[in-house]
Structure formats: structure tokens, C-alpha cells
């Protein structure tokens, strides 16, 4: 009897929390529920302190404001936050606020914050960047792939939205900031099916298993690596970035017979039997390593560390 009305409490306590909804945090890493934000929709108004020890509202109160959410772990997120650098420069007399939210993780420690500080310092030094700490605004605008540019009105309402960076965005978010700013037309559908899409837009969170891989293959987890990459190829076959740095795994210094025969044992074996055709139609993705630094060297940029320079701030 004992046991049965333990199960029966059990089953309330969930009933109960089900009706509640469960809080935004349990869906942290897959960027929110099944909710989606899309142009229309309206965001609360937020105060934030960004690392440089501004108080920025978000949005801006007047013009438009861009939200950039971005991880140090996200291969796409430093060429988009070099783009948006870029654009800041581009429309200095538009009512245009960029803010970039660093979306790593729900909890960071010391070494971390530290890290992703340098990264700043080296990629945007002049954007202002929110820590998103808890992945609060994260969770708020359900981001299911990093980078993601939302564009916003001063009401929060959403005018745009942008996941992933494909070759195309330079185009893409050109054309959506001088539509916004009313610097020009939107075009046709007629003239946007001329031009043509540059790249493509990976579906059912494959560029989040993707981007995964190639930050655990960064760390030297090979094999987990690889894991990912198919994974992200069996969640959307028709994006080729798995399959193109599959090959460069494969045949780091050029395709070879062997490089091959297990390429395509790892496709076939993973039910990827039509992707082996696929095989060199491509440029093959190089994964970008981080640089060794050597044990004088390391001590070198320690003690500099230690013992600034006069006139240097630490």
C-alpha cells in the first residue's frame, strides 16, 4: 500500500510540473522547448551589463538592434562576429545597435571567462558583447544553432530572423540591413531566385551535432569527432560540410585508396550508403587546430603575464 501511494505522488509531482511548464533551463543545450521565435513575435524588454561594464537595453530604444548569439566553441561564430564587426563600420550614421550575446555554456568557471575574454579581445573589440550567464536571453529566444542574428524593432518586436552562417550570409544580412534601414527594396521573388542561395541551410539540428564535432575534434577527441559528423549527416543527408570534413579527416594530405575504403566502410556501416557517391565532389574541410606552444614558449608569454611592461595595464 506504502509503495503503490509513493508511485501515485510520483506521478502527481510530474502531472503538476507538466501543467506548470518546465523551467527554460532544462532545454539550455537544445536551445529552448519546441518553440520557435519568428518574425512577429515580441520579445520582453531586458537590461544587461555587457563585459565591458556598459548597461545596454535590448533592444536599443530607438532604430534597430541585432542580436548576435555566438560561442567561442561554434566554428561559423567568428567569421559572423567579424562580418557584424565589419558592418558596424559600414553604417556609422544608421540607427543600427549590434549587441552580441556569448552564449558557452549555462555555467562558466574562471579559466573559462578568461578565455572567452581573449576571444573577444581578438575578434570584436569594438561590439559590445552580454555574458549570458544561466543561457537566460538564449533560452528567452529559443537559439537551436549558433551563430544566430535576430533583428529587432525598439518594441522587441522580431523583423528577422538568421541561424547559421552559410557562405552566403555576407549577401544575406547586407541586403536584410539596408532593407530594414530603408536603404532599399526588397527584391522579387524572381530576382532572388536569379541570384541563387550560396550555400545551404542544414535542417533537424544537424549543424548543432556538426559544430559539436568539430570542437571535440579541436580538443583531440577523434573518434567521438567522427561520431557527431555522421550523426549530423543522418539528421539532414543533404548538408555536404559533414561529409566534406569527413574527407579531410580521412585524407588530411590528399585522398588516398585507403583514406578511402574507410571513409567509405564509416559510411556504409552508418546507413550512409548514398553519401559514398558523394565522396570527392567537393573541396575537402580541414579542421583548423589550435596552435602547440612549446614549454618556452609557454613560460615566455607567462612571465610577460607576470611582469607587464611599463606603461601596460594588466
Request: some cysteine; glycine content about 6%; proline content about 7%.
Amino acid at each position: 500500500m506504502h509503495k503503490t501511494r509513493s508511485i501515485l505522488l510520483c506521478f502527481c509531482s510530474l502531472a503538476l510540473l507538466w501543467n506548470l511548464g518546465w523551467p527554460d533551463s532544462a532545454f539550455a543545450i537544445h536551445g529552448g522547448s519546441d518553440r520557435e521565435v519568428v518574425p512577429g513575435d515580441v520579445l520582453p524588454k531586458v537590461s544587461k551589463r555587457t563585459v565591458q561594464g556598459d548597461v545596454i537595453s535590448i533592444p536599443a530604444e530607438d532604430g534597430i538592434t541585432v542580436l548576435l548569439f555566438w560561442a567561442t566553441w561554434s566554428p561559423r561564430s567568428k567569421p559572423a562576429l567579424q562580418l557584424w564587426e565589419k558592418f558596424r563600420g559600414d553604417y556609422p550614421d544608421q540607427p543600427l545597435t549590434i549587441i552580441t550575446v556569448n552564449a558557452e555554456r549555462d555555467e562558466l568557471s574562471s579559466q573559462e571567462l578568461q578565455t572567452i575574454n581573449e576571444y573577444i579581445t581578438e575578434n570584436i573589440p569594438n561590439l559590445a558583447v552580454v555574458q549570458d550567464k544561466g543561457l537566460n536571453l538564449f533560452n528567452t529566444y529559443a537559439v537551436s544553432a549558433l551563430p544566430t542574428a535576430f533583428f529587432l524593432d525598439s518594441s522587441g518586436k522580431v523583423l528577422h530572423r538568421y541561424p547559421s552562417f552559410p557562405t552566403s550570409a555576407a549577401l544575406d544580412l547586407q541586403e536584410e540591413i539596408e532593407i530594414t534601414l530603408g536603404l532599399r527594396q526588397r527584391q522579387t521573388e524572381e530576382e532572388t531566385a536569379s541570384r541563387g542561395k550560396l550555400d545551404y541551410q542544414p535542417k533537424n539540428n544537424a549543424l548543432l551535432y556538426y559544430n559539436m564535432a568539430v570542437q571535440l575534434y579541436k580538443k583531440g577527441f577523434r573518434e567521438k569527432a567522427i561520431q557527431r559528423i555522421v550523426i549530423a549527416l543522418q539528421k539532414d543527408p543533404e548538408y555536404q560540410d559533414p561529409l566534406r570534413t569527413l574527407e579531410g579527416i580521412f585524407f588530411p594530405s590528399g585522398r588516398t585508396p585507403e583514406g578511402e575504403a574507410r571513409l567509405k566502410t564509416l559510411l556504409v556501416e552508418n546507413g550512409l550508403d548514398e553519401q559514398v557517391g558523394r565522396i570527392g565532389e567537393g573541396e575537402p574541410i580541414l579542421i583548423e587546430l589550435p596552435k602547440k606552444i612549446d614549454a618556452k614558449e609557454r613560460m615566455r608569454l607567462l612571465m610577460e603575464k607576470n611582469n607587464p611592461s611599463p606603461g601596460t595595464s594588466r
